[in-house]
C-alpha cells in the first residue's frame, strides 16, 4: 500500500501557532522581554563611561575622577551578567513551557488521526516528526528563542545609543548592515523549502528503514532483499543530495555575514574621524560608538545563526504543526448511534493504492452474540476484511456498517465501545502493569484488574512480579516476553467491553495449548457479544457458529463446521488436510 503524506502547515498556520503559544504564557515572555531589557541596559553603560574616562583625561581631569568612572563601569558590567543570567534562566524555563505544549498538542493530534490516515502516511513520517521535528523544535523554544529575544533587545539598545551619541554615525552603522540583509533576503527565500525537502527525505529514509525491519521475514521469504537495498540506497541518495543543499546555503550565508561585520566598525571610525577632525564630535564619543558598533557584531552573530537554526526548526515546526490541518477521526458526538450491534457486508470492494483489488464483491451479515470465524488461503483478503469491519478503512465501493451506521464513520471512543481489532502485533508501554491495563478503561479497579488478567491467562505470572500490579514494565523494569505482552494486549480488550471483538492472528505468539485456553476464556467473558475470528488453526473455525471462507477476495463459502465439511468443498478439504493429524498447527 503507498502512502499519503501527512500534511505540512503552511507559514501563515506556524505563525498563528507560535502567537498561540506565546499567548499562552504571556506573564513569562514579559518577564524574559523585561528581563532582557534590563540586561541590555545595564550593558550600554560601560562604552559610554569608557568615552567619558577618554574626554576626561584630555580634559586634565584627576586620578579620581577617572576611578568613579571606572567603578561605574564595574557595576554596570557586575549588574549586566547578573540580569542575563536571570534572564537566561527565565527564558530556558519559558521554552521548557512551551515545548511541553507543543509535545502535548502533537500526541493529541496523533492519537485523533484515524486510523486509516496513520497506515497509508506510514509510521515513519509520524515518527520522525514525534521525535526528530519535536526535539529540534524544542531546543528552539528553549535555546534559540530566548536567545533570540535576549540577542535582539542588545542589538535595538546598541543601535539606539549609537544613535543618541550623533545620529550621523547611527544612520552609517544602519547603512554598512546594507550587506547583510541583501545576503538574509537570498538565504530566507531558499532556506525553508530545502529544509522542508530534507525532512521528507529523513522520513523516506525513516519509513524504508522501519517497513523493512517489520517486515524482514517476509523480505527473506520472498527474496526482497536486494530490491529493498536498492530502495534504501535511492532514499539515502536522495537525502544526502537535500542535505547537501542545505550545507551550501549555509557555507554562502555565514562566509558572507561575518565579513559584513566590520564595516559598520570601519564607517563610523572613517566618518567619526572626519566629523572629529572638524570639531563636530569628542574622541570619546567617536570611540564609545565604535565600541557600541563592535558590540554589534555579538548580539548580530547571535541572531543571524538563530535566523538560520529558525528556518530548519521552522520547516521542522511546520511538519509538527501540519497535523493539525490532517484529517481528524469524528467526535462521538457527532456520529450516529448504531440501532443494534448487527453487522452488515454489502456489495464491498477494496484495493490498495496502486494495487489490484483485494475485496471483490463480498456480502455478509454476522449477526449479533455469533461467533464467525473467517478462513482461506494467504492473500485471500482476511486481514483487510478485518479491517474494514473495525473501521479502520473504509471500502473502496459498498458499505460496511453496524446497526445501519457506517462503521468508519463512527467516533473514536464509540467505535472503541463498538468493535475492538485485536492482531498480531501489541506494544508494552512504560509504566506498571496497571498502567498498561488502565489505558483501556481508566477507571478500572484492582479487582476489574485482576480479572481481565484471569480471563486471558496472565493471573498467575503478574502476581509472580515482584510488585504485582504496581510492577513497572519495559525499559528499566520487568520484561515481557510475546505471549505476555499478547496477554496483556487480550486483557484491556476484556477491559475495553466492545460489543463485537475481532481476532486476527491475535493468540499467534502464543503456543497451539495456550492459545485454544486464552480463546476460549475470551469467548466465556464475552458471552454474548460478537466474536469474528480471523482462523489460523481450524480449531477455532470448529468452535465458531458459522464459517466464512475467503478465497482471491470472494466469500465462497459461509455455513456451519459440520455443513461445510458435508458439502466437500474448500473448507472440507482444509479440514481433512488439518483433522489427518490433530496434533498439527498447521496455518489457513
Not at 509520524?126 to 521535528?133: M, S, V
Not at 511538519?319 to 493539525?324: S, T
Not at 508501554?429 to 496497571?434: N, W
Request: proline residues 4%.
Amino acid at each position: 500500500m503507498s502512502r499519503g503524506q501527512l500534511p505540512i502547515a503552511v507559514p501563515a498556520d506556524v505563525r498563528r501557532a507560535a502567537v498561540r503559544l506565546v499567548r499562552a504564557d504571556g506573564r513569562g515572555f514579559g518577564a524574559v522581554l523585561g528581563l532582557n531589557a534590563a540586561a541590555a541596559g545595564a550593558g550600554l553603560a560601560g562604552p559610554w563611561l569608557l568615552g567619558r574616562i577618554i574626554d576626561e583625561v584630555r580634559a586634565g581631569s584627576g586620578v579620581g575622577a577617572v576611578d568613579r568612572l571606572a567603578a561605574g563601569i564595574v557595576v554596570c558590567s557586575l549588574a549586566q551578567l547578573l540580569l542575563a543570567r536571570w534572564a537566561r534562566y527565565v527564558g530556558h524555563r519559558f521554552g521548557e513551557r512551551m515545548l511541553a505544549r507543543v509535545r502535548e498538542e502533537f500526541v493529541d493530534r496523533a492519537l485523533a488521526l484515524p486510523a486509516s490516515v496513520v497506515e497509508r502516511a506510514g509510521t515513519g513520517d509520524l515518527t520522525a516528526r514525534g521525535t526528530a521535528d519535536v526535539a529540534t523544535v524544542g531546543t528552539t523554544l528553549r535555546d534559540a528563542g530566548p536567545d533570540l529575544v535576549i540577542n535582539t533587545v542588545q542589538a535595538l539598545f546598541l543601535l539606539g545609543a549609537v544613535f543618541v551619541l550623533d545620529p550621523l554615525l547611527g544612520a552609517v552603522g544602519v547603512c554598512c548592515l546594507a550587506p547583510i540583509a541583501v545576503v538574509l533576503r537570498w538565504y530566507l527565500r531558499r532556506a525553508r523549502d530545502g529544509y522542508l525537502a530534507e525532512g521528507a527525505a529523513n522520513s523516506e529514509v525513516a519509513e524504508i528503514l522501519a517497513a523493512t525491519a517489520s517486515g524482514a521475514r517476509t523480505v527473506e521469504a520472498f527474496r526482497l532483499g536486494e530490491r529493498r537495498i536498492r530502495a534504501s540506497r535511492e532514499a539515502l541518495e536522495v537525502s544526502r543530495r537535500r542535505r547537501l543543499y542545505t550545507l551550501f546555503l549555509r557555507t554562502v550565508f555565514f562566509p558572507a555575514v561575518e565579513v559584513s561585520y566590520v564595516l559598520p566598525v570601519a564607517g563610523a571610525l572613517l566618518v567619526g574621524g572626519v566629523l572629529h577632525a572638524h570639531g563636530a564630535m569628542s574622541l570619546g564619543a567617536v570611540v564609545a560608538s565604535a565600541l557600541y558598533l563592535r558590540q554589534l557584531s555579538t548580539p548580530l552573530d547571535e541572531i543571524l545563526s538563530r535566523v538560520e537554526q529558525l528556518q530548519s526548526s521552522g520547516a521542522s515546526f511546520a511538519r509538527v504543526e501540519g497535523l493539525a490541518r490532517a484529517p481528524q477521526a469524528g467526535d462521538a458526538a457527532d456520529s450516529p448511534a448504531p440501532s443494534d450491534d448487527r453487522i452488515d457486508v454489502t456489495g464491498v470492494r477494496y484495493a490498495y493504492d496502486r494495487g489490484g483489488e483485494v475485496l471483490r464483491g463480498v456480502d455478509l451479515t454476522v449477526r449479533p452474540g455469533e461467533r464467525l470465524a473467517v478462513v482461506g488461503p494467504s492473500g485471500a483478503g482476511k486481514t483487510t476484511l478485518s479491517r474494514l469491519l473495525a473501521g479502520v478503512d473504509a471500502p473502496s465501493a459498498g458499505a460496511v456498517t453496524v446497526g445501519g451506521v457506517p462503521v468508519a464513520g463512527l467516533g473514536p471512543e464509540r467505535l472503541r465501545r463498538q468493535v475492538v481489532l485485536v492482531t498480531q502485533e501489541h506494544h508494552v508501554f512504560l509504566g506498571t502493569v496497571r498502567d498498561n491495563l488502565r489505558i483501556a478503561e481508566p477507571s478500572a479497579t484492582d479487582e476489574e484488574l485482576w480479572a481481565a488478567l484471569g480471563a486471558v491467562g496472565a493471573e498467575a505470572w503478574v502476581r509472580e512480579l515482584p510488585d504485582g500490579l504496581d510492577t513497572p514494565l519495559g525499559e528499566g523494569g520487568c520484561g515481557t516476553d510475546g505471549s505476555q505482552a499478547q496477554q496483556l494486549a487480550l486483557a484491556r480488550v476484556v477491559l475495553a467491553d466492545p460489543h463485537t471483538l475481532i481476532l486476527d492472528e491475535a493468540t499467534a505468539l502464543l503456543d497451539p495449548t495456550t492459545a485454544r485456553h486464552t480463546e476460549r476464556a475470551l469467548a466465556a467473558v464475552l458471552e454474548g457479544r460478537t466474536v469474528i475470528a480471523i482462523a489460523h488453526r481450524l480449531h477455532t473455525a470448529h468452535d465458531a457458529d458459522r464459517v466464512a471462507v475467503m478465497e482471491d477476495g470472494c466469500l465462497t463459502e459461509l455455513g456451519t463446521h459440520e455443513e461445510l465439511v458435508a458439502a466437500g468443498g474448500a473448507y472440507a478439504a482444509l479440514w481433512r488436510t488439518w483433522h489427518g493429524d490433530p496434533t498439527d498447527g498447521s496455518t489457513v
